[in-house]
């Protein structure tokens, strides 16, 4: 493919012919390139026939329509993944507050509940979540480097790690790099499940409740806007009294507000416009007494919602990723349009140049037989 993720080209006064018209060399458009903002107004060195530079149009023709395509595409998808995210947090707030009031209740008593027992943190176990695919910009790299970064840290502390890895690009990534111990390898679907999530549930609340780790972090790609998404890492185990997830400052980063996507027509042409919505949820009512025993459904409880926090990251990180391909090939698309400007426009003047050329040796001859 000749579409490049760089837009930077080399100045117009590089442009030349090698050829046998090089008497006949164009003006030099220097002083205009210096004084134009736009960088589609340079031009790089192009040496070749204008069969070729005609083929290479229309190479750059098709790779901008598949470009457009899958952005089109990732747009679709990532309005289903962002719906798949709002229309489950109802659920995960309402189960907030029932985490909520029982632990109020708890207060004052001695209770053994092992997912929110705090224990001297000896090892810790790093649950990372990145893509299937590629084509998504910085995407996976970002996670990566955070999850490097993050082993670094334990590793100056002193304290012991495995990794839990979800995603192919994840597990080629560290199927390379022996000296990382992993404790398991899984692989994601096209849209998360709950099935899923329970996989990975069911790993990291058996190393947790077994004691082999102290603690399990969770680290994905947050979901901000179109164009921003945050690699982030929060504290799943031990669960939070309130059941909220927090980072690995103990500070609050549920979500509140959502961007929502919708594929409009504007100008003949499809287009991704934004809204900002925010998801209500029904208040829990604050008389409300519970039959069985709060320890009870604080242990049928943290584990649903465990599972439920795992669904919400999987989805977020899709969403993530999804924006990520989005932009990576509307920046593909436009480097496209860049490229076939600049080579129509060495076309045009080549084919002048040429026939400057020829009407020049037409009149050169018919002076020579005067």
Known sequence: MWVSSKASLPDTSSLSFGSALNPFRLPSQHNSTLNSPS????????????????????????????????????????????????????????????????NEQLQTEDIDVPLIK????KKVALVVVTGDRGLCGGFNNNLIKKAEARIAELKNLGLEYTVISVGKK??????????????????????PTAKEAQAIADDVFSLFVSEEVDKVELLYTKFVSLVKSDPVIHTLLPLSPKGEICDINGQCVDAAEDEF????TKEGRLTVERDVVRTETVSFSPILEFEQDPVQILDALLPLYLNSQILRALQESLAS????????????????????????MVYNRKRQAKITGEILEIVAGAEALV
């Open 261 to 264: 996507f919708r594929l409009t």
């Open 39 to 102: 960088r589609s107004s340079t031009v790089a060195p192009v040496h070749c026939s204008l069969r070729e530079l005609r083929e290479r149009i229309d190479s750059v023709k098709n790779t901008q329509k598949i470009t457009e395509a899958m952005k089109l595409v990732a747009a679709a998808k990532v309005r289903r993944a962002q719906e798949a995210v709002v229309n489950g947090r109802p659920f995960s707030e309402t189960l907030v507050e029932v985490l909520y009031n029982i």
């Open 321 to 344: 990723e999804l924006a990520a391909r989005m932009s990576a090939m509307s920046n593909a698309t436009d480097n496209a349009k860049d490229l076939k400007k600049n080579l129509s």
């Open 118 to 121: 705090v224990r001297p943190v």
């Open 170 to 191: 994840g597990n080629s990534y560290f199927l390379r790099r022996p000296y990382i111990p992993v404790d398991k390898f899984l692989e994601g679907g096209s849209l």
